[in-house]
């Protein structure tokens, strides 16, 4: 089984209704959702734009913690854009989105 079929077994679908729908997926050969390349640009615009917002101001007097956190909703981005699992290692799904961690912006 695949993770969309998790999905559609949580909500209440059957293993044999997961599995037809996975096969008319398989088969209807119609592309969903954003390409790659838009999903990068919409993660380095809108999120990374939303999560610097006047950082020069806030983000010298940030704790280690919070940086942390936005350094994660940087990696889950960047999951999104590559669609690496979540066991991938932070620093090679970083660089094939093409995004950095605001760690080392906080003392530079």
Not at 18 to 28: D, G, I, V, Y
Request: glycine residues 6%; aromatic residues 4%.
């Amino acid at each position: 089984m695949f993770a969309d079929d998790t999905s559609a077994l949580c909500s209440g679908n059957t293993i044999a209704v997961a599995r037809e729908r996975a096969q008319l997926a398989a088969t209807s050969l119609v592309s969903w959702g954003l390409k790659e390349q838009q999903l990068r640009a919409v993660a380095n615009g809108y999120v990374r734009g939303a999560l610097e917002h006047a950082a020069a101001a806030w983000l010298p007097a940030t704790s280690k913690t919070n940086v942390e956190l936005l350094d994660r909703e940087m990696r889950a981005a960047a999951r999104e854009v590559t669609g690496c699992i979540r066991s991938a290692p932070h620093h090679g799904v970083m660089a094939e989105a093409m995004t950095e961690a605001m760690k080392p912006r906080r003392h530079g």
